[in-house]
């Protein structure tokens, strides 16, 4: 399998849930992303890991609480949401963090918060 | 303050009629400026990458420009499958990326 797979496509939880979506690169790269999409509006970075230490925080609600395993692996964990964070959540890599390599996105996690 | 505006919001045209996309920026020393393409239910896809003003890239019926100031995305004669929403980022001299709202072009047979 190559490129950035992202778990589950979609998934609708409730308010009091808790839960976590995946992702996994396959290309060897030594940055990820997770970037929040919502209709009509620019990408919102979330936070950025480089070689599994978090560099970026983009002032998150702790509702999101990222976990980087390994350079290969990349988790947002979710709990007690608000409707308001219905989005596509975007799992993204990068050769490196600060250089100019472009990003390789995956197809994204449909969520919706009820 | 960083800041990235693509024009038109949304574009509807003929197969075959050729046209521009516009991606202004404004950022404290552009690294690189990036144009993305996304088609519902995917995430975006990488086209091309501009560094420095006066630079051209193609892709088949795409041709990406860069000016001080903004890019062009240039389609000609555009097919149906060239119908997704086009996106620009910019990277600042602070590594920081900025995304464009995207433009959702639709070309119709």
């Known amino acids: 399998e190559t490129g950035v797979t992202q778990t589950p496509r979609h998934l609708v939880m409730g308010m009091t849930n808790k839960k976590s979506l995946k992702c996994e690169q396959h290309?060897?790269?030594?940055?990820m992303y997770w970037y929040k999409q919502s209709a009509k509006k620019p990408l919102e970075l979330m936070f950025v890991?480089?070689?599994?230490?978090?560099?970026e925080n983009n002032s998150v609600p702790s509702r999101f609480s990222p976990e980087c395993p390994n350079s290969s692996h990349l988790f947002l964990h979710l709990h007690t949401l608000q409707p308001e964070d219905s989005a596509l959540y975007l799992c993204?890599?990068?050769?490196?963090?600060?250089?100019?390599?472009?990003?390789?996105f995956g197809n994204g996690t449909r969520l919706t918060v009820t | 303050e960083d800041q990235v505006t693509q024009s038109p919001e949304a574009l509807r045209l003929q197969e075959g009629e050729s046209s521009s996309l516009n991606c202004s920026y404004t950022?404290?020393?552009?690294?690189?400026l990036f144009w993305y393409r996304q088609d519902p239910g995917k995430g975006p896809e990488f086209l091309f990458t501009?560094?420095?003003a006066g630079e051209e890239k193609e892709k088949e019926r795409l041709k990406a420009t860069l000016t001080k100031k903004e890019s062009f995305l240039h389609i000609t004669a555009p097919k149906p499958e060239d119908s997704a929403t086009y996106l620009c980022?910019?990277?600042?001299?602070?590594?920081?990326?900025?995304f464009g709202s995207g433009t959702r072009l639709s070309i119709r047979p």
């Open positions: 950022v404290s020393g552009l690294r690189g």
């Open positions: 501009l560094y420095s």
């Open positions: 980022a910019v990277k600042s001299s602070a590594s920081k990326i900025i």
């Open positions: 290309l060897g790269h030594n940055a």
């Open positions: 993204a890599s990068s050769q490196e963090e600060g250089g100019n390599s472009p990003l390789h």
């Open positions: 890991y480089s070689l599994e230490e978090r560099v």
